[in-house]
């Protein structure tokens, strides 16, 4: 099983990017993904996850109405939309696997992670 998060970059506050976090090893509708970040000096938070069922989405209240979390089974990819950047969202961000299909359950794969630096 490995997760690759990709989309990271520098943008500007205010502006937008989109991750990507692509599953191999798994068939992507049998399991919940979560976004995570985290700031140099600072825990691993975890701000967004996709379940398996439409109604299974979580959002940490620091991204709530800027950050959008979608999937494609498919593809088995899971996307991370952020508008309307701030400084504060500067991070490293990572994709994990969650033990099943709901998102209250725990990690156990963890992606890579993407770098996000936002300028003021």
């Known amino acids: 099983v490995q997760l690759q998060a990709s989309g990271g970059g520098l943008v500007q506050a205010g502006g937008s990017l989109t991750l990507s976090c692509v599953a191999s090893?798994?068939?992507?509708?049998?399991?919940?993904i979560g976004w995570s970040r985290q700031a140099p000096g600072k825990e691993r938070e975890e701000i967004s996850c996709s379940g398996s069922s439409d109604g299974d989405i979580y959002y940490a209240d620091s991204v709530k109405g800027r950050f959008t979390i979608s999937r494609d089974n498919s593809k088995n990819t899971v996307y991370l939309q952020m508008n309307n950047l701030k400084v504060e969202d500067t991070a490293v961000y990572y994709c994990?696997?969650?033990?099943?299909?709901?998102?209250?359950?725990?990690?156990?794969?963890w992606g890579q992670g993407t770098q996000v630096t936002v300028s003021s």
């Open positions: 994990a696997r969650k033990l099943g299909t709901n998102c209250h359950l725990g990690d156990d794969r």
């Open positions: 090893g798994l068939t992507l509708k049998y399991y919940a």
